[in-house]
């Protein structure tokens, strides 16, 4: 989508399932804090009021300046959400250039959450993309290869009046978003004229559909291609047109929108506690296996439509006995630029913990319960890195999963960090992030509830770091859970 697709990958499908083993007090009353922009000279400034199921939660400012070479864009973003009850805020400032043709040329992005902060810095060459990353101010570079020249959220109303898009309408457009740094193909499709409803009133604007990793998003514009309203129906999220004062009203603590109830997918079957299980079988219904990640060693796909899936507990005493470190999925042992396994801090770390230990299992149990009690379970809606983790030493299940998976490869243990639900106490599942290790068979644990092997109401949708869990995206307001089958 155009402009929340970035932020919502951070605050909705990862990091609120910590709240049953954690209770916090309500803060007082958030107020948003205007924002701090460049002195470049802009053509249009734009303020949008972001709201989840109605309720306001944040705003988005958009300054943007046309020049010989392209455009100057500078977007802030803030958002205050209820998480494990307590109000948090997550601001998001992005300052980036295109060429003539709106594609991306380079950009620099923030994002801060109290006490945390993650810096991104990108070039695009051709079609090699420069990115580096800063955490607790040490760089890390990467080179990403892309298929062509990207556009990016900030300038598609831009791209659809360059092109003079029609009702009738379709273009397919390579698409990056530097939140998640996630490349893909948007297809833009045009409508005609419709009537829209906007805080109460109604409007009439060409209605554009936007499809980006499986996410429709709705732009309503009028005849000068400016947006009355934005809309991502399956997750009941809107982006609306405000005054600057509109924008940065207070948000009250009655106000503020509660994250874990509205993303959790409740049962109609409740189970019995799922670390007393050994065995369930799901369907999973009104979505698509499409992009998804759903077979690994204890996760079984059994049927495609309607989507059956088998889940197995592991039994560790069935597995080989593997000295570490190994040599195996050597790509699953090399650091990233927010797994940082190579840094003499995290490698200190892995070694307080696991110390002269060398059987893998023993080892991987060590990590599991160092990780556990090394974090005080807080929810920060953020875009951690192991190396934040590791000075902070606080967070939800992100935050678990990249300091877990950093540790492990450190010890020479190949691990990586699966996305999905949770299933807790048999009542509902939770988006949630856990990590697999391999002790001969991909292992899942879960070092945020001290698991391991993790139970089989683990439900793996997507496997990788935050370009590949954007993925996710796709199911979030859509996904239903059927019980099917399950033993003790």
């Known amino acids: 989508m155009k402009k929340i697709i970035g932020i919502i990958i951070i605050i909705a499908v ?79 400032h992005l300052f980036a250039h295109t060429d003539n043709e709106f594609t991306l040329k380079n950009f620099q992005m923030e994002i801060k959450t109290e006490g945390h902060v993650t810096k991104v810095e990108g070039t695009i060459e051709g079609t090699q993309l420069m990115l580096t990353t800063y955490s607790r101010g040490i760089p890390t570079e990467q080179v990403i290869t892309l298929k062509e020249k990207p556009y990016f959220p900030d300038a598609i109303e831009e791209v659809i009046k360059r092109k003079n898009l029609k009702p009738g309408d379709e273009i397919s457009i390579p698409y990056f978003d530097p939140t998640t740094q996630s490349s893909s193909t948007a297809t833009i499709t045009v409508f005609g004229k419709e009537t829209v409803t906007v805080l109460g009133m109604e409007k009439h604007g060409m209605r554009v559909e936007i499809n980006y990793i499986g996410i429709q998003s709705i732009l309503w514009l009028d005849d000068e291609y400016k947006l009355l309203k934005e809309s991502s129906p399956a997750m009941g999220l809107e982006m609306i047109p405000l ?16 994250l874990l109830s509205f993303f959790s997918v409740k049962l109609d079957t409740i189970l019995p506690d799922p670390q007393t299980l050994t065995y369930l079988k799901v369907e999973l219904k ?25 889940l197995f507990l592991p039994n560790l005493a069935d597995l080989p006995a593997l000295p570490i470190p190994m040599s195996e999925h050597e790509a699953y042992l090399q650091p990233s630029a927010y797994i940082q396994c190579g840094d003499p801090a995290i490698v200190a770390k892995a070694k307080e913990i696991v110390g002269d230990e060398k059987d893998a299992q023993k080892a991987v149990g060590k990590l599991v319960e160092g990780v556990y009690n090394f974090i005080e379970k807080n929810p920060i809606a953020s875009l951690p890195s192991a190396l934040d983790v590791l000075q902070t030493r606080e967070g939800d299940c992100n935050e678990h999963a990249i300091l877990f998976t950093a ?66 995206l796709k199911v979030v307001g859509k996904l239903k859970i059927d019980v099917l089958e399950y033993s003790e």
Request: with cysteine.
């Open 14 to 92: 990862l990091g609120v399932t910590a709240y049953l083993i954690l209770h916090i007090p309500k803060q007082g009353r958030s107020k948003l804090a205007e924002p701090t922009v460049s002195s470049f000279q802009s053509n249009s400034e734009e303020w949008l009021g972001i709201f989840i199921q109605k309720q306001r939660v944040g705003y988005s400012f958009t300054k943007m300046g046309k020049t010989d070479t392209g455009l100057v864009v500078e977007n802030v973003s803030q958002m205050t959400l209820l998480m494990m009850g307590a109000q948090r805020t997550l601001i998001t």
């Open 243 to 258: 005054s600057k004062e509109e924008a940065l009203a207070e948000i009250r603590p009655d106000e503020t929108f509660d």
């Open 286 to 310: 009104d979505i698509t296996a499409e992009g998804l990640d759903l077979n690994n060693d204890y996760q079984v796909l059994r049927k495609a439509d309607p989507i059956t899936i088998e």
């Open 407 to 472: 540790l492990a490869r450190a010890c020479g243990i190949p691990a990586k960090i699966y996305v999905g639900l949770v299933n807790l106490h048999g009542f509902a599942y939770y988006y949630h992030a856990w990590c697999a290790v391999w002790l001969g068979k991909w292992v899942p644990v879960d070092p945020t509830f001290n698991q391991y092997p993790a139970d089989v109401g683990h439900l793996k949708l997507k496997e990788g770091e935050i370009s590949e869990q954007a993925n996710v």
